[in-house]
């Protein structure tokens, strides 16, 4: 088992610009979730959801947008970065009756 | 609403003296906490789990949790640090009817001495 796969591992990109970051977890757990981690602020919630076709925001969802049409990925979409969304991002899913949440590697991005 | 506090950003040991992590939560609900370790540059690991049962919860690599509903409190512990404790590590509460929400503490980076 891989576990949860996160790609890419680093990204810079200029404000405006688009991009996806990738998740894939092969454990065929319901729930998925992206954090972001910043200092001092520990992670926060982005967006998560409960199962395939299911998702809702979570602290910080501005900016963000996901879509989960298998029960295996959930990627993030930024629009249109921005400055304020440097950071690193980290995915991670659990089972429906499970308490552990089970992380992926991270993905350091930096907006310029 | 919960939440949660740990109140020190920082905290320094010597090898093998004993390791405390302050962590207080606020939440309307029973509780389930957590203490996640993040190495430098790793993704985070779970250490322990508190889920209603035991009060005092054992985790990895010698660390544990005492839940102290009375005082809010879910303090870590370890009898002695080692060098290999120096991590990030997060405090946790999860929302046990609420889905899928994990609220984490500022975190508390450990360094220890030789």
């Known amino acids: 088992n891989a576990g949860v796969t996160q790609t890419p591992k680093f990204q810079v990109l200029k404000t405006g610009q688009s991009m996806t970051l990738q998740c894939a977890q092969d454990?065929?757990?319901?729930?998925m979730s992206w954090y972001r981690q910043d200092p001092g602020m520990g992670l926060r919630l982005i967006h998560y959801?409960?199962?395939?076709?299911?998702?809702d925001q979570g602290e910080v969802p501005n900016g963000y947008n996901v879509s989960r049409s298998t029960t295996e990925d959930f990627p993030l979409r930024l629009l249109s970065a921005a400055p304020s969304q440097t950071s690193v991002y980290f995915c991670?899913?659990?089972?429906?009756?499970?308490?552990?949440?089970?992380f992926g590697p991270g993905t350091r991005l930096t907006v310029t | 609403a919960q939440s949660v506090t740990q109140l020190d950003s920082h905290v320094s040991v010597s090898e093998g003296t004993p390791v405390l992590l302050r962590c207080n939560y606020s939440?309307?609900?029973?509780?389930?906490l957590f203490w996640y370790v993040q190495h430098p540059n790793k993704g985070l690991q779970l250490l322990l789990k508190?889920?209603?049962?035991?009060?005092l919860v054992k985790g990895i690599n010698g660390f544990e949790a005492e839940f102290k509903k009375s005082e809010t409190s879910f303090h870590l512990t370890k009898p002695s640090a080692h060098m290999s404790d120096a991590a990030e590590y997060f405090c946790?509460?999860?929302?046990?009817?609420?889905?899928?929400?994990?609220?984490f503490g500022g975190g508390t980076r450990l360094m220890v001495k030789p």
């Open positions: 991670a899913s659990n089972g429906a009756s499970s308490y552990e949440q089970y």
């Open positions: 508190y889920t209603s049962a035991a009060t």
């Open positions: 946790v509460v999860r929302r046990n009817n609420a889905g899928n929400m994990l609220t």
């Open positions: 454990m065929n757990h319901e729930y």
């Open positions: 939440s309307s609900y029973s509780p389930s």
């Open positions: 959801s409960v199962g395939a076709g299911i998702t």
